[in-house]
C-alpha cells in the first residue's frame, strides 16, 4: 500500500482476507524506499521497461514473507475485457467503419487538422493517426496501445535513428492477423483480447513477472492463462462477457457473490506505484539527472532538446504528457549505463 489514499488498495485487500481467513501481511511503500530499491529494480532488467519496478516490489516483500510460490491474477483483464480500450476500440470501429470508405486524401488532411488544433500532445497524436487510418481494427488497435505515437517518436528522434524507425513494423502482420478474421461477429472482444495476449501481454506483462519474480527466487502461476480456459472464454460471445457494457462481468459472476460489493462495485485500479507525484517531488532529481543532455540526451539516440521539451511539459502539469512516457524514458537511461558502458 501506499500513503497516498488514490493509490492505496489496502482497505480493499483486508476486506477479502478477512472474508476468507487469510494470512494478511500489508507492506506500506514510501518514495525513500523506492529510492533505495530502484537501483536493483532496473539491475534485475533483462532489458528495460517501464513496469517492471512494481512487480520487483511486490515480489521482494512476498518473497521476505517467506513465501516461495506466488499466484498472479495476470490475464483477468486481457481475457474478460477489463481495459478501457476495449470499450474505446468497439466504439472507434463502429464509428470509423463509414469514415473508412472517405477518400485517404480527405483522411490525411482531416488528421493534419487535428494536429494543428491539438499541437505535440500524445491525445492528438493519436486521434490523428486513428482519423488518417481506414478503418481496419489493426491500424486503430496500436495509437489506442502505445506510450507514445508514432509521429511523437519520430520527433524525438536524432536524423539517424529515425530512419531507421522507418523500418517496418513487426507488430502489423500479428494484429491484421488478430483483426481481419471474424472482426464484424460477435465475437469482437476476442480478436482484442488475442491482440492484446500477443502483444502487450507476451511482449510486456509475463516478461516483466517472470524476470522480476525470479529475482527474488519468487515463482508466480498464472491459473487465468490456463489453455483450457482461455479457449472456452475466447469462444464466448461479446454479450455474455461484457452485459449491458460491464467490464469483467462474467469474471465476477462466475464467483458466485463470494466477493464482498465494495469490492466487486469499485472503480477499476490499476496496478501502478504513485510515480506521478514522486516524478514530480522526491524522485524529480533522478529523473532530470538521467534525461539531461549528456545523459540519455548525450547518447545519439533522443534530440536533446525534445527531451527537455517534454519533461518540462510534464513538470508543469500539460494535458496529455503522462508520467509513464518519461519514465520509460528514464529507465531506458538506467539500463544503457548499466549495460552499454557508455
Not at 76 to 82: I, P, S, V
Request: proline share 6%; glycine share 8%; aromatic share 8%.
Amino acid at each position: 500500500g501506499f500513503t497516498d489514499q488514490a493509490y492505496d488498495e489496502t482497505v480493499h485487500a483486508r476486506t477479502i482476507a478477512e472474508r476468507f481467513g487469510a494470512e494478511h501481511t500489508e507492506v506500506k511503500l514510501r518514495e525513500d524506499e523506492l529510492l533505495e530499491r530502484l537501483p536493483t529494480a532496473v539491475g534485475a532488467m533483462d532489458q528495460p521497461t517501464g513496469d517492471g519496478v512494481n512487480t520487483y516490489i511486490v515480489a521482494g516483500s512476498v518473497r521476505r514473507a517467506g513465501i516461495k510460490v506466488a499466484l498472479s491474477g495476470l490475464g483477468g483483464d486481457e481475457l474478460f475485457a477489463g481495459y478501457p480500450s476495449f470499450r474505446r476500440l468497439r466504439r472507434a470501429s463502429r464509428m470509423l467503419r463509414v469514415w473508412g470508405r472517405t477518400p485517404r486524401a480527405l483522411r490525411r488532411l482531416a488528421a493534419a487538422g487535428v494536429r494543428t488544433i491539438g499541437g505535440s500532445s500524445v491525445h492528438a497524436s493519436k486521434i490523428a493517426a486513428l482519423v488518417a487510418s481506414d478503418g481496419r481494427l489493426a491500424e486503430l488497435y496500436a495509437p489506442l496501445r502505445q506510450v507514445l505515437a508514432p509521429a511523437q517518436v519520430r520527433a524525438l528522434l536524432t536524423t539517424e535513428w529515425r530512419e531507421m524507425s522507418m523500418a517496418a513494423d513487426p507488430y502489423v502482420p500479428l494484429l491484421d492477423d488478430a483483426f481481419t478474421q471474424h472482426a464484424d461477429s460477435d465475437r469482437f472482444l476476442s480478436r482484442v483480447s488475442y491482440a492484446e495476449a500477443r502483444t502487450y501481454m507476451h511482449d510486456v506483462l509475463l516478461r516483466d513477472t517472470d524476470q522480476m519474480s525470479m529475482a527474488h527466487a519468487l515463482e508466480v502461476r498464472v491459473p487465468l492463462l490456463d489453455h483450457v480456459l482461455v479457449e472456452y472464454v475466447l469462444g464466448l460471445p461479446d454479450v455474455e462477457k461484457t452485459p449491458n457494457g460491464t467490464p469483467k462481468r462474467l469474471l465476477v459472476e462466475s464467483l458466485g457473490g463470494l466477493l464482498p460489493e465494495s469490492v466487486v462495485r469499485r472503480p477499476k485500479q490499476g496496478f501502478q506505484l504513485p510515480f506521478e507525484p514522486w516524478m514530480r517531488g522526491r524522485l524529480r532529481a533522478y529523473c532530470e539527472e538521467r534525461l539531461a543532455p549528456d545523459r540519455l540526451g548525450g547518447r545519439g539516440i533522443l534530440r536533446p532538446d525534445r527531451l527537455q521539451q517534454l519533461w518540462k511539459s510534464f513538470v508543469d502539469g500539460k494535458p496529455g504528457v503522462s508520467w509513464s512516457r518519461l519514465w520509460v524514458l528514464v529507465v531506458l537511461e538506467d539500463w544503457l549505463e548499466r549495460n552499454m558502458h557508455a
